[in-house]
């Protein structure tokens, strides 16, 4: 049948601005969490992880919050530069008994767009 | 450090051909994950390797396959193409043993027609 493409999220902001982008995962005993950075063409590149002991994880001009309760994450990214421009994908991984190991299961992904 | 290396970057295959990609990851990680990424279904796990075995599998076919040697690198093997098989494959290594840090490659650009 016709495979219908994902409807990503989109954020636009300016320059300087804080952006925000969230997320919903699936499993609520999923106990780490990745944000990833994908520009056009390339794979997805490593921003900052999150482990489900934690509520929040600060990195250079990135912040990751985690709330367990209504399974929600956000990646905040201060002083937004156009090179920030790409899509943003969460992905979580349920290793318990180890039953899930090297499996990450990622959101749809956020297009986030900086003006000048 | 080098990074995760994916070859070939680009591949176009006929329908019902099969095709082998290649990826060799960061040098000490011996886990590696495949990865399937499309328009349509996002990015979707394939399997992961950890010292030459499989320890994990997602839902695809058994036309798809992979292996991975003693020095870490794998391959990933899909048979009898199909159009819908047209994808970015990407491979992420990590050091494999509890959670950690997964690392991207750039990808391999399968096209089948």
């Known amino acids: 049948g016709e495979s219908v493409g994902l409807h990503l999220p989109t954020l636009s902001v300016q320059e300087g601005d804080n952006s925000i982008i969230n997320c919903a995962y699936s499993n609520s005993a999923s106990d780490y969490f990745i944000w990833y950075k994908q520009e056009s063409g390339k794979g997805p590149q490593f921003i900052i992880d999150?482990?489900?002991?934690?509520d929040k994880r600060q990195g250079q001009r990135v912040t990751v919050l985690l709330n367990k309760t209504v399974k929600h994450l956000s990646l905040q990214i201060a002083a937004t530069q156009p090179g920030d421009s790409a899509v943003y994908f969460c992905a979580e991984n349920f290793n318990a008994g180890g039953t899930s190991y090297g499996k990450l299961t990622f959101g749809q992904g956020t297009i986030l767009t900086v003006h000048p | 450090k080098a990074g995760v290396t994916q070859t070939p970057r680009y591949l176009i295959k006929t329908r019902g051909q099969q095709v082998t990609l290649s990826c060799s990851p960061i040098s000490g990680h011996r886990s590696v994950s495949w990865y399937q990424q499309t328009p349509g279904q996002g990015l979707q796990f394939l399997f992961e390797?950890?010292?030459?075995?499989?320890?994990n599998k997602g839902n695809f076919p058994g036309r798809f396959s992979g292996r991975q040697f003693s020095n870490s690198r794998s391959e990933m093997n899909v048979s009898t193409l199909e159009l819908g098989d047209s994808a970015l494959y990407l491979c992420?290594?990590?050091?494999?043993?509890?959670?950690?840090?997964?690392?991207f490659g750039q990808g391999t650009r399968l096209t089948v027609v």
């Open positions: 992420a290594s990590s050091l494999g043993q509890g959670i950690g840090e997964a690392f």
């Open positions: 390797y950890f010292s030459e075995t499989q320890r």
């Open positions: 999150i482990r489900s002991n934690m």
